[in-house]
């Protein structure tokens, strides 16, 4: 290789130099401006004598500059919506099916029996306390087979009602998923098409689970639950001679069991536990899980997506409006005695935004109004989501969840809101609402803490229930004050039950699937059947339900009847003496779980 003389060198020196000046101006100026001026400092530059060949060098490769950039709205959004959903980061952690799996490994399997659950119609709280209370008959029964539950609608199109998929609510891998692993000895089978080889299931047995055992509680609580698997094999036996078989199956058709298998026979582990088989489908908590996002951006909540509990203190209040015309013509809490609880409520807990769900869109805008006098605003999903526009665009940067809201129907529609209000800081209900007892009672788990459940008849989780006084609407000074003494968590009135038949009545539906005034004499035929009680007008700030983290308001005592209490009692005692008096045994307890809860042990 020729060698460089000095000339050369210095030359080489000054062109390097040249080339490194040109190159930074490039990098800092990319303008046509900063284009031309590179031109003409090159043109510039004496011409360099013809150099020796030097071997070409390796290129380098590229590195990425990672803070040339910073995180999208978008992806802030992708990364605190995929958190949310983590299955550690629900409010009550992630699913222990510890208990679950103690109970199938202690009962005796059936091959051959196959279980189908009834369709059941009605709000989102009670078709789940039915699919869970049928699927404990099953685990009782020992039935090796169940056919995936489907659920009731009726609609204008079809007023008799139609079957839709379990999907139309819940997410159906997880609940298969979960069932089998926990259950081995059941199998789900999708439809009872599939049955079409075993001519021995052409004509299923029917069962109403509660009329094999004793005397019901409150006219449908199971009062001997420990002897209903018995009771079940005897009725078995006699309506089907030949016992159930792999080759020649049996299949029985169990009505829907609605507010059945008492709370208190479970351990409370798995009290708290069993309902999580059922959660709402994929797409509904993706989009809870956004509207937390657009809410915690736009009130800068600097909210997390997980922590321990699932549920952060001091962000905002949730609550349940459940007005409209079929409340107000069952005879309801009206919508002034809500107004005033959840408003003063949140003052009470020094909460100056409300998410709220409410069925009857002009109440919510009084509301809103109302609540503004407070300093208190209200979001609501729509609000979030939505640009507010009279277009119905959506929000920047909310398009695809908007869409996809605008794409379940109005009962779907409310499970986003059933999920958003799950994780409220501190929440509010109306008693009459299985809808608001089914919130309260999930976060019960969370307030009861490592226990799992606390039984709340013991009322041991914040002491006596107390009086939210509607005063503070009206003064700076907020107090409680406590409630009458001698009441009892209330057995849940018929009123819960009845708001199952509130969701998809026969009546006629305006385009957005609001429910008309006809559903409200439906309700109240139902109301007025009763369970031989008599029905209490709330009060002001009457609680019937309290722990750290919600409030049902609603009559102290309501359904209280001293008989099935005796009963109750009786029962607890004879439970106390097997399980080392692990619970105190009060009706109220049963109710409101195996009611309202819609995850309660059945």
């Not at 891998?173 to 299931?201: K, M, R, V």
């Not at 600097?302 to 001091?314: D, F, L, N, Q, V």
């Not at 009060?539 to 049902?552: A, I, P, Y």
Request: aromatic letters at 8%.
């Amino acid at each position: 290789m020729p060698s460089l003389n000095p000339h050369h060198i210095f030359i080489l020196k000054i062109s390097l130099a040249s080339i490194s000046l040109l190159l930074t101006a490039t990098y800092l100026f990319s303008s046509s401006s900063s284009s031309t001026h590179f031109t003409e400092i090159t043109t510039s530059l004496p011409s360099l004598p013809s150099l020796p060949s030097l071997p070409s060098l390796p290129s380098l490769p590229t590195i990425s500059n990672p803070l040339s950039s910073s995180p999208s709205s978008s992806s802030a959004k992708a990364t605190f919506v995929s958190a949310l959903l983590a299955d550690e980061n629900e409010i009550d952690g992630a699913f222990d099916n510890k208990t679950l799996v103690e109970l199938c490994a202690s009962r005796s399997w059936t091959p051959g029996l196959i279980f189908k659950c009834e369709p059941f119609e009605g709000g989102i709280a009670n078709v789940r306390n039915v699919l869970l209370n049928c699927v404990r008959y099953a685990i009782e029964a020992g039935a090796t087979s169940l056919i995936t539950p489907e659920i009731l609608l009726r609609t204008t199109a079809s007023p008799d009602g139609a079957s839709v998929p379990l999907t139309h609510y819940f997410d159906l891998p997880h609940f298969t998923d979960l069932l089998t692993t926990s259950c081995p000895q059941i199998s789900l089978i999708g439809s009872q098409n599939d049955l079409y080889n075993a001519p021995s299931t052409a004509v299923p047995i029917p069962l109403v689970p509660s009329s094999l055992t004793g005397p019901l509680l409150g006219g449908f609580i199971l009062s001997a639950p420990g002897n209903w698997s018995s009771s079940f094999r005897a009725f078995l036996n006699a309506t089907h001679p030949e016992p159930p078989s792999a080759i020649k199956p049996v299949l029985v058709s169990v009505s829907p069991p609605l507010l059945e298998f008492p709370l208190t026979y479970d351990d409370p582990h798995f009290v708290a536990q069993f309902g999580r088989l059922l959660r709402f489908r994929p797409d509904v908590r993706k989009l809870a899980a956004s509207v937390i996002f657009a809410m915690n951006e736009k009130y800068t909540l600097e909210m997390k997506a997980g922590g321990a509990s699932g549920i952060e203190k001091k962000l905002w209040y949730g609550a349940h409006l459940r007005t409209g015309q079929d409340a107000l013509a069952a005879g309801w809490t009206p919508y002034s005695m809500q107004e005033t609880n959840y408003i003063s409520h949140a003052q009470v807990s020094h909460l100056h935004l409300i998410y709220m769900t409410s069925t009857f869109p002009g109440d919510l805008v009084t509301f809103t109004e109302k609540a503004a006098g407070f300093n208190i605003s209200v979001a609501t999903k729509t609000s979030l989501l939505g640009s507010g526009t009279d277009d119905g665009a959506a929000k920047p940067g909310y398009e695809e969840e908007w869409a996809a809201l605008g794409g379940l129907s109005w009962d779907q529609a409310l499970l986003v809101d059933y999920e958003v209000l799950l994780r409220s800081s501190v929440f509010g209900g109306t008693w009459e609402s299985s809808f608001s007892w089914g919130v309260a009672m999930r976060r019960h788990v969370v307030a009861s803490g490592k226990k799992g459940w606390v039984n709340i008849a013991q009322r041991s989780v914040d002491g006596p229930f107390t009086h939210i006084s509607p005063r503070s609407l009206h003064s700076s000074h907020h107090y409680l004050s406590p409630p009458s003494r001698g009441s009892f968590l209330p057995l849940p009135h018929d009123g819960f039950a009845s708001e199952a038949r509130l969701s998809h009545q026969k009546a006629k539906r305006n385009g957005k699937g609001k429910r008309q005034e006809e559903e409200g004499k439906a309700e109240l035929s139902e109301k007025e059947k009763g369970n031989g009680g008599v029905v209490k007008e709330a009060k002001e700030g009457e609680t019937c339900f309290k722990d750290r983290l919600s409030v049902v308001f609603g009559p102290v005592g309501e359904g209280r009847r001293e008989l099935a209490i005796g009963q109750a009692n009786k029962w607890g005692k004879e439970k106390r003496e097997k399980r080392a008096g692990k619970f105190r045994m009060r009706l109220g307890t049963w109710r409101v779980a195996t009611t309202l809860s819609g995850w309660k042990k059945g």
